[in-house]
């Protein structure tokens, strides 16, 4: 069918369409039921914004990082409620991308994919990075062996002056941890989740062993004064709780993670709803407990620099290293999920993308005996391997966030389009409260609020990438989509 250039750039696909892959024609497999899904939302967020952006969040609001935590769970939430419904209409991997494509046209679509390959891409080389601080803290508290600094820190680091280059570093626990979780992918979806599920109950048994003895060197005065003072743009009262929540915000990319797996998820339409808010309330709920005893339990002045930072606490709190043993031998399992998860959430969106015809055809080959998508883990694992070994993460939080947040605006925006477009067929199941309107509209004004806080550089380098996922698009994905010759 001959197709105006806006014709091609507004055409969607059917709900119906969106997940029309199944084990019968050489798609995924339905193998995931409702806990290992929650879990897998579940280990994606608890461990990034706890075990690692305090450390760069603390120093910007304070005490009222607390603020910062309670206004990205809020914005989350919203947005949860907004994922809900739309991953009720359209149980497919891809998420947001997926969303779009139903709602939004194509164009939209692809410049989602492009955000959402940005979050879980840098999210899972920012993890794995935090990941080799708490290894090192580990082996040190085990063995009083370090690894050497040549070989735990990158090429690239962020200093007071500029970007600092290191010749000969390069950051090797990040490699082979991811590695590790590309061999545990490429062996298949239900055996990934299944170790994930496992990984995430010791976290939050670990988080609860952190809090407790945190709690035992609580001291009020590490409260007072609860907001800094504005010492520089961003940093200090409520413009550092804004620019706190902007890093902590891409913590919340659990939401995400849960729904790029609808077409792998027993009973779709009931579990990944329930199984995104359940993640939701455990998050938040983990989340301000630890960020509570962990301000209550040090100065805020101290957390700016700090590595492996909740097991110094607690080896502070308590004057004996056992204790920060344990919360580093946690900490090197529970990061081992979050990169698992946000790996696995990368592949998935990149096989929507590649099955619809925007990208090459090599991203939704599946294996046959374990059903993953290999080449497509291959390529990413290595992606986010080489970026992890050699940039300091200090580079990639706010870009997660930016990710993060625009994801959560499309999604937000497609919910009143969708109903909009489908009418009464979209009053069964599970509806976002009080209407199409008053819910993703508060959604996307407190994603507004929360970019408003993120730095001028990450704007120019998002800038950047959506040049080249407009070039992408234009040269490769228009000629190519699927939907060309389907009237």
Known sequence: ???????????????????????????????????????????????????????????????????????????????ALCYAELSFRIPASGSSYSFAYATLGEFAAFIMAACLLLEYGLAASATAIGWSDYLNNFLTNAFHWQIPEALRTPM??????????????????PVLLVILCATLLIRGTKESATTNAVMVLIKLAILLFFVVIAFSGFDAANFTPFFFAKTAPGVGGMAGVVSGAGLVFFSFIGLDTVATAGEEVKNPTRNVPIGILAALGIVTVFYLLVAFAAVGAQPARLFEGQQAGLSVILQNVTGKAWPALVLSAGAVISVFSVTLVTIYGQTRIL?????????????????????????????????????AALVDSTFLWDMVSMGTLTAFIVVSIAVPVMRRKHGEATTKGFRVPFGPYLVPAMAVASCLYIMYGLSPT????????????????????????????IS
């Open 156 to 173: 690239l680091v962020s200093g007071k002056d500029g970007v600092i280059f290191n010749p000969g570093h390069f950051n090797l626990p």
């Open 1 to 79: 069918m001959n197709q105006t250039l806006g014709q091609k750039l507004l055409r969607t696909k059917t709900a119906s369409k969106t997940h029309d892959g199944g084990h019968s024609s050489g798609g995924l497999a339905r193998t995931m039921g409702l806990f290992p899904l929650t879990m897998i939302g579940v280990g994606a967020t608890i461990g990034t914004g706890i075990f690692f952006t305090m450390v760069e969040a603390v120093p910007k609001a304070g005490p009222a990082v607390i603020l910062s935590f309670l206004i990205a769970a809020l914005t989350a939430g919203l947005t």
């Open 458 to 485: 990450t704007y120019k380098v998002f800038a950047i990438v959506m040049a080249l996922a407009f070039a992408t698009y234009f040269l490769y994905g228009i000629r190519h989509s699927k939907l060309n010759h």
């Open 351 to 387: 096989y929507a993308i590649s099955r619809d015809g925007l990208i090459p055809k090599t991203f939704q080959k599946v294996n046959a005996r374990t059903l993953a998508p290999v080449s497509n883990t291959v390529i990413v694992s290595l992606v986010v391997g080489l970026v």
